[in-house]
């Protein structure tokens, strides 16, 4: 079998290139992250640090909130804290957001666009919807592991005079509603919410509160490792989805100016 200074480098290594890390941080970094894994058994506290990121992360009791990432370029900070029993930590990113809250609410209420900008969502499809909730079917194509999907029972939450939304979500207790896959192992544990409120009378402050357990061998630490990188991912492709959508309300704008004229 191979040693364990064999098996975390090949992981770095396909972990750092499945996230399109440039060839540049790849070689720099991946002997950084192998040195880091072997250590890790013995070490409560490390830190680490590349790009504009900051990360670092401490032992700290349940319910307490540990920030482990800032990226002042994108005005986003990253946070976890321990649950107890679960597998997995809680995470939550808190970005500031150059639109209306308006906005940011009907990009997250297209439920089946969040394979746009969650990380290797790809599929996602509304299985019910009334005016209560939405019951959503999400699968994700991972690499290295096997592929994961959930079944999301998604609740939102408007006040128009504050200008404040909350959606969140937990797993479904029916998983009959979508058969199991052979290759796809389902998520036990899936909850989370998106806190939209205005930040000034130009931006928003978008708080994403997450915890989710990948199930299966996957060790602790690298659950937590990778959902750490990934978070800064979400909100820089949603921020994404968001120029996109304004651009697209724009061109429709002057288009409509156009045909008056």
Known sequence: PSSPK??????????LNSLNVPKAVFFKFNSSIRRWCMRCLNLSTFSFSFSNFF???TALAENEW????????LQLEVFTREKKDSNAKEMMAVAILPYSTQE????????E???????YMDHSKILTQ??????????????????RDTIEVIISKENTAQHTY??????SDNPNLVPLKEDTVRLSQNTGKWIIEPYNTKKTKLTFIALADLGGNIPRWIVNLAKG???????KAFRKELEQKALLVHQNKTLETLKQN
């Open 6 to 15: 064999r098996s975390i480098t090949i992981f770095s290594a396909r972990a």
């Open 55 to 57: 990360i670092c992360s």
């Open 66 to 73: 540990n920030s482990i990432l800032k990226n002042y370029g």
């Open 104 to 111: 940011v609410f009907e990009v997250l209420m297209n439920h």
């Open 113 to 119: 666009g969040w394979e746009n900008f969650i990380p």
């Open 130 to 147: 009334n005016h209560e909730k939405t019951i959503v079917y999400k699968h994700f194509d991972f690499p290295i592991i096997d592929n």
């Open 166 to 171: 909350e959606i969140e979500w937990t797993t």
């Open 229 to 235: 990188l990934a978070v800064p991912k979400v909100l």
